[in-house]
């Protein structure tokens, strides 16, 4: 099955609400990333979190290891916030980063 | 820094042609990876390299899919006999090692006519 779940699927807010998306993941954390992908398709990392919270402007990362379990908050949502937020984990004992599906945020005015 | 650079941006084939993808890491990385990414399967795993040596494969079709890393700065795919279903956006990324932050290059989009 899926080992990287992310919710919601998508999501559509009003300029300056907040969202919070989430990552559950099914196998053993070695570490985690999340990635914003632009409209054009080009990713960008956002947090390289394996656990604990980590904050970087309006962006908040929280990892909880035991939990198995990621959550990216975005606080005063803008317009250039729209695209796909994807989480990917290090599971097992691979050294490749797998994907979850992402959520599609849409922001509007 | 230029960041991790693919060429060509956009490659077109025909049916049963061949396909070489380009991938420049960032400089100093030491691991490279190859992704593919579509609508259906999302972004998926191909290979990788550390220090140039292949690691991992897994995800690479056995047939007609190929990964080189001749020297520390460029790593090509090349898919041969291409097929419509390997339209795609293929994407490249490097990390100073493994299970680090990854950075991805713009990708190539391939189209299989």
């Known amino acids: 099955g899926q080992q990287v779940q992310q919710s919601p699927a998508s999501l559509v807010l009003q300029e300056g609400e907040n969202a919070e998306l989430q990552c559950n993941f099914s196998t053993s954390l070695n570490s985690m990333q999340w990635f914003y992908q632009r409209p054009e398709g080009s990713l960008v990392s956002l947090f390289y979190?394996?656990?604990g919270t980590k904050q970087s402007g309006r962006l908040t990362s929280t990892t909880v290891i035991k939990e198995r379990r990621s959550s990216l908050h975005i606080s005063s949502s803008q317009i250039t916030d729209s695209g796909t937020y994807l989480c990917a984990i290090y599971g097992g004992s691979g050294n490749k980063l797998i994907f979850g599906t992402g959520t599609l945020l849409s922001v509007k005015p | 820094n230029a960041g991790v650079i693919q060429t060509p941006r956009h490659k077109v084939t025909g049916k049963g042609q061949e396909a070489t993808l380009w991938c420049e890491p960032i400089s100093g990385h030491s691991a490279v990876f190859w992704y593919r990414q579509t609508i259906v399967q999302g972004l998926e795993f191909l290979t990788y390299f550390r220090n140039q040596a292949p690691i991992d494969d897994s995800g690479m079709p056995k047939e007609r899919f190929s990964a080189q890393m001749p020297n520390q700065s460029h790593s090509t795919l090349k898919i041969q006999s291409t097929q419509p279903q390997d339209s795609a956006v293929y994407l490249c990324a490097s990390s100073w090692v493994s299970q680090n932050t990854l950075y991805f290059g713009a990708g190539t989009r391939l189209s299989v006519l």
């Open positions: 979190n394996p656990s």
